[in-house]
C-alpha cells in the first residue's frame, strides 16, 4: 500500500471518529513532499522472457508424474500469450473435464 493510501486511510479514520485530520496542514504537506521529492521514480521496465529461458525452466520441471505435468501445461500458455503471471494462475485453475481417453496436445507457440 502506497503511503498516500495509507494517508487517505488515517484521515478517513480520523474523521469517522470525530477527529478530522486535514492533509494539507503544512506539517503533513512537507512531510509528502519531501517523500514525494525523495523516492518518485518510474515503474521499473522488466526484461521479457525469451523462449529459450521459458524452454530451460519448463525443462528443470518432473515428466513422469502428474504434478510436473500440470506444472508444465500451465507455463506454456504463460509464455505464448506473454501473460502475467496472475493470468496464467487464473486460467491455470478453471476446471476442464476431458472424456475418458481423450489426449490434449500443445503445440509450439513461438
Known amino acids: 500500500m502506497t503511503i498516500e493510501r ?12 470525530g477527529t478530522p485530520l486535514d492533509r494539507k496542514d503544512r506539517h503533513i504537506a512537507t512531510v509528502m513532499a519531501g517523500i514525494r521529492n525523495t523516492h518518485a521514480a518510474p515503474p521499473r521496465q522488466k526484461e521479457a522472457v525469451l523462449p529459450e529461458h521459458l524452454i ?5 520441471l518432473e515428466r513422469g508424474s502428474l504434478r510436473g505435468l500440470r506444472d508444465r501445461a500451465s507455463a506454456l500458455p504463460a509464455g505464448c500469450g506473454a501473460r502475467k503471471s496472475s493470468a496464467s494462475i487464473s486460467a491455470a485453475t478453471r476446471r476442464k473435464t ?3 481417453g481423450s489426449r490434449c496436445s500443445i503445440w509450439d507457440c513461438w
Do not use: C, D, V
Open 98 to 100: 476431458l472424456p475418458a
Open 6 to 17: 495509507r494517508l487517505s486511510a488515517l484521515t478517513w479514520n480520523f474523521a469517522q471518529r
Open 56 to 60: 530451460a525452466m519448463i525443462e528443470t
